[in-house]
């Protein structure tokens, strides 16, 4: 725990300006971000006498290492950068609205030449018109199966699209007219436009005018006696009214507004939001956040506007939010959402009227999800602590381990040996810190030197980082930890790292746990444990956990540590454990899945996804190709004759699989290119001894 009078600066070093402001810890990862109206008075409330200050600003003050700031001219650009920092940094003390699941919108792709109404979920494309969020992707389908009648715009799939449009036969609601069906040419692609444009228009509220038209062309349509014309009319007003009565008028007509509700206690806040669009509630939405400093509700609401419309633009804001406080100052927030609309956005707190009933409603709801979620949270909580609790006291550590991370092997067979590395966080999973590596340093199945292979260049790297970030007491010592540089620090073992290691981003195996689990018994554990005392690395504990009897291990200890079945601390660590096993076999199929589906043209360096598609498409098949001469490959586009020599080469190399065989009838299958295992015997796989090895898995 570190003095945070260790790192203050003087307070004359300070601007007093506008800007933006991080804590780090000891491992220059950025835990807090903040901003600040004056750089100087805010940072000088984070250094007073720590009795003074919120609990859990007292415990970030004392993780924190050092602190920096930027300046920026407005507090608009003091917004905007924090929120990018938070984005960037995601750090660990700062508001967070815990969404549980990504809401569904209906999209129409007016980005394409017959657009397409559809469930979209994530983030937004540009040239899509989006409608929502809604609670539920039933709710849209139903919507939506009311309008096509209507509206009969396309909803198939591409694949679905062009195999009509092949075959000339549309689909089945092509047939009951649900569908204009463009894919066999019933309507020109202006036509379906058109249509396409109507349903947005509905969708987006301008619905009277409509209603009127319909209205007016089935009268004219019974004066003229054609009864079936008029029915049909009829019958699509009503099925229009039925899908305006699945969201209830609530404000006038053409009203577009947000309306934000928040319900807090000392320690979380709960966030609820109403979309209305068109004057009905089209879409609700909520999130809940630990409240890590001591912050106003304008505060709150502050932060809910940059979650909300951190990635939007255009009609995604609304020309209208109403707020239950308001940020202090106004200003800012409202200047920064007129910016990302491009015309001006009205922020305030309703005072009278339907504005405010129905802001009274998003406060029961809001309400109601604090409640539900402390009803839920309070004995995760505990759980979780007395968890980590009964770990330590197991295993006789200092201090709870707050940071776990678990190491699996897997294999099949010996072959395609992969390990896995997960992270559990105050007892909760860290899916970004996630890692998965290859075992090279020998062929063949020992998951016990596997186990010390991975291990040593886990921490290998967690060396070279804090040598290169100077965290080192002295100068000694790191060459001999890091070893002679023989390539194990390749990059090669991670699945992904898309940020960069600087400034305070997520780095590659940067943050040592306190607690390392080995899914394995003793000779997994004396593994580890030797792997760590070779690096010099003393002051991280190690335990294994054995399958068969879920037993703990400790190195030196002849008996393991037997948990109470009943004990959190034993199901925290079978839920480590499992969640290893899981990646690590996930992780394991897919390279057994790769090497099966390779081929021969896999084998010829330079020849990219692209390249190998076009030869394929060009003769067919591989056997083809092998037949093919050095002149009729070059006719193939983007290659030239060398790679046409390279291929050759390695085709002829290459021994095709011997033939699979029928076994009820004894005939050989002939097929353009058989699939091998790429074993050394050649011989055909089958789902059956698919199935076998699968059982083999460890």
């Avoid at 990018?84 to 508001?95: A, G, L, M, Q, T």
């Avoid at 092949?166 to 569908?179: F, N």
């Avoid at 934000?260 to 669009?277: G, S």
């Avoid at 992780?587 to 394929?616: C, H, M, N, W």
């Amino acid at each position: 725990m570190a003095d945070p009078s260790s790192y203050r600066p003087r307070p004359g070093d300070i601007p007093d300006t506008p800007g933006v402001y991080r804590f780090r810890d000891e491992h220059r990862r950025v835990i807090y971000v903040g901003k600040a109206k004056s750089l100087r008075q805010r940072l000088a409330n984070y250094f007073q006498d720590l009795a003074n200050l919120h609990p859990r600003t007292r415990t970030m003050v004392t993780t924190a290492a050092s602190v920096e700031w930027t300046v920026v001219s407005t507090e608009v650009e003091a917004l905007q950068l924090e929120y990018s920092w938070i984005k960037e940094y995601d750090p660990r003390f700062n508001v967070k609205y815990r969404d549980d699941k990504s809401y569904p919108y209906l999209a129409v792709t007016m980005n394409e030449q017959f657009p397409r109404v559809q469930v979209m979920r994530g983030h937004k494309k540009k040239g899509v018109r989006y409608f929502g969020p809604y609670g539920h992707a039933w709710a849209i389908r139903d919507t939506v199966d009311l309008l096509l009648r209507v509206f009969p715009v396309r909803t198939c799939s591409a694949g679905v699209f062009k195999n009509a449009a092949r075959t000339g036969r549309p689909c089945l609601l092509g047939y009951i007219g649900k569908c204009s069906a463009p894919c066999v040419g019933r309507i020109t692609p202006e036509d379906h436009r058109d249509l396409a444009e109507e349903f947005c228009d509905f969708m987006a509220g301008r619905t009277g005018t409509y209603l009127r038209r319909l209205e007016k062309q089935m009268m004219e349509a019974a004066e003229e006696m054609e009864y079936e014309r008029a029915a049909r009319l009829r019958d699509d007003i009503e099925a229009l009214k039925k899908a305006m009565e699945k969201n209830a008028v609530v404000l006038a007509d053409a009203t577009d507004a947000d309306l934000i509700a928040v319900a807090e206690d000392e320690l979380e806040a709960a966030v609820q939001i109403f979309h209305v669009r068109g004057g009905r509630v089209r879409g609700q939405r909520g999130w809940v956040t630990d409240k890590v400093e001591e912050v106003t509700t304008g505060a709150l609401v502050e932060h809910a506007l940059q979650q909300l419309y951190g990635e939007e633009s255009g009609d995604a804001v609304p020309k209208e939010v109403l707020v239950p406080a308001l940020p202090e100052p106004v200003e800012p927030a409202q200047d920064w959402l007129t910016g990302r609309r491009g015309s001006n956005v009205s922020l305030r707190i309703p005072q009278r009227g339907d504005k405010k009933a129905l802001m009274e409603t998003v406060q029961r709801n809001a309400q109601q999800a604090l409640a539900l979620h402390k009803t839920k949270r309070a004995s995760d909580l505990t759980t979780r602590s007395r968890a980590l609790e009964e770990i330590a006291e197991a295993l006789d550590l200092d201090s709870a381990p707050l940071r776990i991370e678990c190491y699996d092997i897997s294999h099949l067979q010996g072959d395609d040996v992969v390990a896995s590395m997960v992270v559990f966080e105050d007892g909760l999973q860290r899916k970004g810190e996630y890692r998965r590596f290859q075992i090279k340093g020998f062929a063949g199945q020992d998951d016990v030197r596997s186990m010390h292979e991975v291990i040593t260049r886990r921490f290998k790297r967690y060396l070279a980082e804090k040598e290169r970030t100077g965290e080192w007491s002295d100068g000694s010592g790191a060459e001999d930890a890091l070893g002679d540089g023989d390539g194990a620090l390749t990059g090669t073992d991670v699945i992904t790292d898309a940020l960069k290691d600087d400034d305070g981003r997520p780095r590659k195996f940067a943050y040592p746990p306190q607690l390392v689990v080995v899914d394995g018994g003793q000779p997994q554990v004396a593994a580890a444990r030797r792997a760590l005392d070779e690096l010099g690395i003393d002051d991280i504990a190690v335990c294994g956990l054995a399958k068969r009897l879920e037993e703990v291990w400790v190195p030196g200890d002849d008996d393991p540590v037997v948990l109470p079945r009943s004990s959190e601390g034993l199901y925290l660590l079978q839920r480590v454990r499992d969640e290893a096993h899981r990646f690590a076999i996930t992780y394991q199929r897919a390279k057994r899945a790769k090497r099966f589906r390779s081929g021969p043209l896999d084998e010829v360096p330079g020849l990219g996804e692209t390249r190998k598609q076009a030869l394929i498409k060009h003769f067919g098949s591989v056997k083809k190709l092998r037949s093919a001469t050095i002149e009729q490959i070059q006719e193939v586009p983007g290659i030239g004759r060398k790679t046409a020599e390279t291929i050759a080469v390695a085709l002829a190399r290459a021994v095709p699989a011997a033939p699979a065989v029928n076994t009820a009838t004894g005939e050989i299958i002939e097929d353009e290119e058989p699939v091998t295992t790429g074993g050394s015997s050649g011989e055909p796989v089958t789902a059956g001894t698919l199935d076998e090895r699968r059982g083999q898995e460890t």
